[in-house]
């Protein structure tokens, strides 16, 4: 008997959500569901629910380092995801380690959570806009990053432009600025610069949206890991992201996670 084929291999560099929802578990399950091999360097350790983040403490820079070398010195990866980066310095060892890996690299510029919780040290913003977002093939920021990142306020679909162009003053390749957070329809803006790509879905009827941007960020890299064009991983992304959010359940008191295995035809509400 043959062995079975190697998966495309991604890894997420990002913070541990003890609640299942985002982070790092939400990236593994994201590429679970899409076929990847996932593996993962934990930045940040937090205590989180559905209500909240009680608590967060990050890992130290050596032990970053040392966990990225580990898997990409022996398995190798074919995309790398980053997310929650907490300080200066881990998105500063993180930039350094993506800009000497040879495999694309998907950057959610996390600044806060889904409650409003803090996820990144004010003084680690420069950070991310001088190295951080010049080693990414593409960034993901949601409207609040962008405001952060860049101070362009974005009130409706007509000023997505001008945050992308901010953004990409700073270095991406291509920048994805995700409008979910605007009335209507759930639009986002995918560009280089020039090519321009509008990704619009129906605004799914469901509060239960923890790990949306944690998913979205991991299926952009399960599709540069497959080959596919940015455009090509964003759209598809785009659709499994949909359905993720349209399956979100209730979990706690406060607001429940998408659901990551919609795609493989498990229904979680179902589950006994």
């Excluded at 929650?84 to 959610?108: F, K, Q, R």
Aim: proline fraction near 4%; charge should be negative.
């Amino acid at each position: 008997m043959s062995a079975a084929r190697t998966p495309p291999r991604v890894l997420t560099v990002a913070g541990s959500d003890s609640g299942g929802g985002a982070g790092v578990q939400a990236d593994l399950k994201t590429m679970l569901a899409l076929g990847v091999h996932g593996m993962s360097v934990i930045t940040a350790v937090t205590a989180q629910n559905s209500v909240g983040v009680q608590g967060a403490w990050e890992l130290p820079v050596e032990a970053v380092r040392a966990q990225y070398r580990s898997v990409v010195d022996d398995i190798g990866v074919q995309a790398v995801k980053t997310g929650m980066l907490a300080s200066a310095e881990l998105v500063e060892a993180v930039a350094e380690l993506i800009s000497g890996t040879d495999a694309p690299a998907v950057v959610d510029p996390v600044g806060v959570s889904k409650h409003g919780d803090p996820l990144l040290a004010a003084s680690a913003l420069d950070s991310v806009r001088t190295k951080l977002l010049p080693v990414a093939t593409v960034a993901t920021p949601n409207l609040d990053e962008v405001a952060q990142l860049t101070g362009v306020r974005v009130d409706s679909e007509d000023d997505l432009r001008r945050a992308a162009a901010a953004v990409l003053a700073y270095g991406p390749r291509w920048v994805l600025i995700k409008g979910g957070h605007l009335a209507g329809d759930a639009l986002d803006l995918l560009t280089d610069g020039s090519a321009e790509f509008w990704l619009r879905a129906p605004r799914q009827d469901n509060r239960h949206t923890h790990g949306t941007g944690c998913t979205l960020a991991s299926a952009i890299a399960c599709g540069l890991a497959k080959g596919r064009s940015v455009p090509e991983a964003v759209t598809a992304a785009k659709e499994y992201v949909t359905g993720a959010i349209a399956a979100g359940f209730s979990l706690g008191a406060g607001i429940g996670p998408v659901d990551h295995g919609w795609a493989l035809g498990r229904d979680t509400r179902d589950a006994v």
